[in-house]
Each structure stands twice: as C-alpha cells, then as structure tokens.
C-alpha cells in the first residue's frame, strides 16, 4: 500500500527550529518528486516546497524562503523539512505530498499530517 | 505568480443536487488544473487531474471542465459522503497555488 507518515511536529518557541520527517513505503520514492504543504487551523492549502526525483531542482514559496529548507534521502525513503527561525504564521498542519507528472506537478498521494504550533 | 479564484466560498445543496465549483487563473494555465476534496480532520484527496481527468477510485459524478483560465467543478448528484470542501490548484508553474477551497454543506 502506498503511504507517505510525517512526524515531527510539536510547539516550538517563536524564532525556535524544527525538523519534520516524511517517510514512504509501498512505492519507489527516488522516482517521484515530493512537496510541503501546509493549513492553518481553519485556513485553506498553501503549497510550501518542492523537491525533484533526485533532489537537484527545489522550489519554495516566497513566504518561507530563507527560512525552510527541503531536502530528501532516497537511501531512507524520506523527505524532510529543515524549519528555521519560525514565525506564529508558521503554525499549521504540515503535508507532505507525493507528486506525479502529468499535467504539471500533481499531489496523488498525502501523509496524514503533522502540526507545527508556533507560540511563546 | 499566478492567482486562483474559487467560487463560491461556501454553497449549501441537499443530496441528489448537481453542484458546480468554479475556479479561474489569473494568466492562461492550459489544462494544468486540479482538484481536491478535503473532509474535516483528514488530508486531501485527489479527484481531478489535468483539468478534466477523472483520478482513478474516484466516483464518475465528479467531472471536471475547462481550459485556459476558466474551470469548473461538478458533482453530478450529491451524495451523503461528498459534503467537504473543495479546492482547485495550478500546476503550470511555481508557487504551486491553490485555490481558497469551496465547503459544500448540507442545505
């Protein structure tokens, strides 16, 4: 069976790091490029980052660039999320993605969910 | 970057309704159009690819249409399971937006 966990999430202080996890099982993660997105509590999908296959080509979202970092083990079937100097708008449920290319980028398989809570 | 519009941000509808969801870019995105379906407390889910392609799993009532700018949503007859909210996204170039979803309530 296909499936993407994350893990990781938790409060953080503000200005605070923290590292999210997603593995994969049930299929061959090093042919697929992965994404972040994350929902705030009643908000709707903000796309966060994007990895390719084999990590040569990332992408993120202006609002977290320089901040967030995206980076992949294929060894581990995993991808993480790198989350330096958190702001309260970080705070949200945290997906990681699966993407296949058809038309563009799209996500067919998602991970459960993590939440980031951002607050002093 | 490019801009997504839903509408409506909210519709009531009874079971057995034929509903339509409209998203529209803000530039031309081809067919590189999406859309998703989210239940409270759940990720989202996958129903519509490429703007028209029917995701596999996925009941025939969901149909999806469009080209270009313009695309639509539409649930053929409503049923008990389909009250969640709804939302598109582009694929054609990053930031990949999405659009600020639909929540489809029971009337």
């Known amino acids: 069976e296909v499936h993407l966990m994350e893990s990781g999430g938790g409060l953080v202080q503000p200005g605070g790091s923290l590292r999210l996890s997603c593995a994969a099982s049930g299929f061959t993660f090093s042919s697929y490029s992965m994404s972040w997105v994350r929902q705030a509590p009643g908000k709707g999908l903000e796309w966060v980052s994007y990895?390719?296959?084999?990590?040569?080509?990332?992408y993120y979202a202006d609002s977290v660039k320089g901040r967030l970092t995206i980076s992949r083990d294929n060894a581990k079937n995993s991808v993480y999320l790198q989350m330096n100097g958190l702001r309260a708008e970080d705070s949200a449920f945290y997906y990681c993605?699966?993407?296949?290319?058809?038309?563009?980028?799209?996500?067919?398989?998602w991970g459960q969910g993590t939440m980031v809570t951002v607050s002093s | 970057d490019i801009q997504m519009t839903q509408s409506p941000s909210s519709l009531s509808a009874s079971v057995g309704d034929r509903v339509t969801i409209t998203c529209r870019a803000s530039q031309s995105i081809k067919n590189y159009l999406n859309w998703y379906q989210q239940k409270p407390g759940k990720a989202p889910k996958l129903l519509i690819y490429?703007?028209?392609s029917l995701q596999s799993g996925v009941p025939s009532r969901f149909s999806g249409s469009g080209s270009g700018t313009d695309f639509t949503l539409t649930i053929r007859s409503l049923q008990p399971e389909d009250f969640a909210t709804y939302y598109c996204?582009?694929?054609?170039?990053?930031?990949?937006?999405f659009g600020g979803g639909t929540k489809v309530e029971i009337k």
């Open positions: 993605a699966r993407a296949v290319v058809t038309a563009g980028d799209v996500f067919d398989i």
């Open positions: 996204q582009q694929s054609y170039s990053t930031p990949l937006i």
């Open positions: 490429g703007a028209s």
């Open positions: 990895i390719s296959s084999g990590g040569g080509t990332i």
